[in-house]
C-alpha cells in the first residue's frame, strides 16, 4: 500500500508535485506513529489470534478485473447496478461483471490513469471516475453502449475522492482543496469553492455528500463546510480537528474518510483529531469522540463503525458517543473501513484475510483468506460481501 505526504503544488505546478512518499508500512506508519506517540517504536502487525469459528464464509467466485490500485492508496471502489458489479483500475479500465457469477460482460480501457472512483449515477445508467490528471469522467453504464464516454471534464487538480452526483450535479473534490459542480447532462462547470491546504496532507480526500438543497465536504485543514448546492455559496462551516503539535506531520488533521449521513446527523471523521456526531443542518456538535482515522465508517442500527489509524475497530452508540467496544487484536494490520453484513461486521488486512466480529461485541467470529494482496475495497450487497484487491481481484463471498 502507498501512501503519499503531498505539498500544495505552487501556482501553476502539475497537481501531482509531490514532497514526501513513503511506502507502507516500512517507512509511512513509523514517521506517522512516531509523530503522535512519544516513546516506542511503531508496533509490528499484530499476528493473527487464534479463536473458533461460528460462521462459515464460502468465496462464489473470485475473478482478475485488472491492475487494482497497483500498491498505491487509492479510493477505487467497486459499485453495484442491477446485476452487474462495476470495478475501475489504476490504469483507468474499467470492467462490468455479472454479480452472481462474476463473468465478465464487457470491459472499457479509458488509457487515463484513475485516481477516485467508481460511482453511479442516480439513474444507475452511468459511472463517474476521477483521473490524476485532474478530470471528471462520465461513461455509459448499460451493456448496450458498455462504457462508452458520455464527457470529460477538466477539473483543477488530481482527483482521489470519489465524484459523487446529486442534484443535477456533479462534485468532484479535488487534492489541491477544490470542490467543482459540474452539470450532470453537459459536464459544464458550474461553479468552483476552495478552501486552503495545509503545506503537508494525506495523499486522500473525502467525497462530497448532498442532501436537499447542500453538498457537504470535508478538506484537508480539518474544516467540514456545508455548501449551497446550486451556487456553491457557504451555508455554515465548522472546525471537526484542530491542529496541534509543532512539526507539520503533528499539526496534520485531514478529513480523508467519507462522511455519513443518517437522519438530521451528520458523521465526520479525522485524522489525528476526533469523530464528530452533527447537526447536518446547522454544523451544531451533537456528540465527539478523540480518534484519528482515514479509512471510513459504516452505520448499522444504533452503532456507528469506524477503524482507526491503529486498525482498531471501535463501535460507538450513534446517538450519543459512547464507546460499546473496541477491537484492537489487529493492531497495525492496515484494515479497511468496516462494513455490515447481516449482524456481523467486517474488515479485510494487508496480508488478504478478511475477519468477521460480532456487531454485538466485536469477538472474532470467522476469518477467510482471499489472496495474499491487501483488500482495499468491502462492499456488501444483498447478503453478499464483494471484496476487491490491490491487485484487481474481485470476490463474491457469503455467510
Request: hydrophobic share 40%; proline share 5%.
Amino acid at each position: 500500500m502507498l501512501r503519499h505526504f503531498l505539498k500544495r503544488p505552487p501556482q501553476g505546478a502539475a497537481p501531482t508535485t509531490f514532497c514526501y512518499s513513503f511506502r507502507w508500512p516500512l517507512l509511512l506508519f513509523t514517521v506517522l506513529l512516531s509523530a503522535c506517540a512519544s516513546k516506542g517504536n511503531a508496533p509490528e502487525p499484530a499476528a493473527l489470534v487464534e479463536f473458533s469459528p461460528v460462521i462459515t464464509p464460502k468465496v462464489i467466485w473470485s475473478k482478475n478485473t485488472g491492475k487494482g490500485t497497483d500498491k498505491q492508496y487509492l479510493k477505487l471502489s467497486p459499485v453495484i447496478a442491477d446485476d452487474t458489479v462495476y470495478t475501475v483500475d489504476v490504469k483507468g479500465r474499467v470492467v462490468a461483471s455479472n454479480m452472481h457469477t462474476g463473468k465478465r460482460q464487457w470491459q472499457r480501457k479509458t488509457k487515463t490513469p484513475v485516481t477516485g472512483g467508481l460511482s453511479l449515477s442516480k439513474d444507475n445508467n452511468s459511472l463517474l471516475l476521477g483521473t490524476r490528471s485532474g478530470e471528471v469522467i462520465r461513461l455509459a453504464a448499460n451493456t448496450t453502449d458498455k462504457g462508452s464516454e458520455i464527457w470529460r471534464s477538466r477539473v483543477s487538480s488530481e482527483v482521489l475522492a470519489i465524484p459523487q452526483e446529486a442534484g443535477g450535479s456533479v462534485f468532484a473534490h479535488a487534492i489541491d482543496g477544490t470542490v467543482t459542480a459540474l452539470d450532470a447532462e453537459s459536464g459544464a462547470q458550474l461553479w468552483q469553492y476552495q478552501r486552503s491546504t495545509p503545506p503537508l496532507i494525506l495523499r486522500g480526500g473525502s467525497a462530497p455528500i448532498a442532501f436537499d438543497n447542500r453538498v457537504i465536504v470535508g478538506f484537508a485543514n480539518g474544516r467540514v463546510v456545508a455548501l449551497d448546492l446550486m451556487s456553491g455559496q457557504p451555508i455554515w462551516e465548522r472546525e471537526a480537528a484542530v491542529p496541534e503539535g509543532v512539526s507539520e506531520l503533528e499539526r496534520m488533521v485531514d478529513i480523508d474518510a467519507d462522511p455519513l449521513i443518517e437522519g438530521d446527523v451528520l458523521f465526520i471523521v479525522t485524522y489525528q483529531g476526533r469523530i464528530l456526531a452533527l447537526d447536518k443542518f446547522s454544523g451544531q456538535t451533537v456528540w465527539q469522540h478523540d480518534m484519528s482515522s482515514y479509512t471510513g465508517m459504516s452505520l448499522y442500527e444504533s452503532q456507528l463503525f469506524v477503524t482507526d489509524f491503529l486498525s482498531h475497530v471501535w463501535a460507538f452508540d450513534r446517538e450519543n458517543g459512547i464507546v460499546l467496544w473496541d477491537q484492537s487484536e489487529l493492531l497495525a494490520r492496515q484494515i479497511t473501513r468496516p462494513v455490515v453484513m447481516g449482524d456481523t461486521v467486517v474488515v479485510g488486512d494487508f496480508e488478504g484475510y478478511l475477519h468477521w466480529l460480532s456487531a454485538t461485541d466485536g469477538h472474532f467470529l470467522a476469518r477467510t483468506q482471499i489472496d495474499k494482496s491487501a483488500i482495499n475495497t468491502l462492499l456488501v450487497h444483498n447478503d453478499v460481501l464483494y471484496v476487491y484487491t490491490e491487485k484487481g481481484t474481485l470476490s463474491a463471498v457469503q455467510l
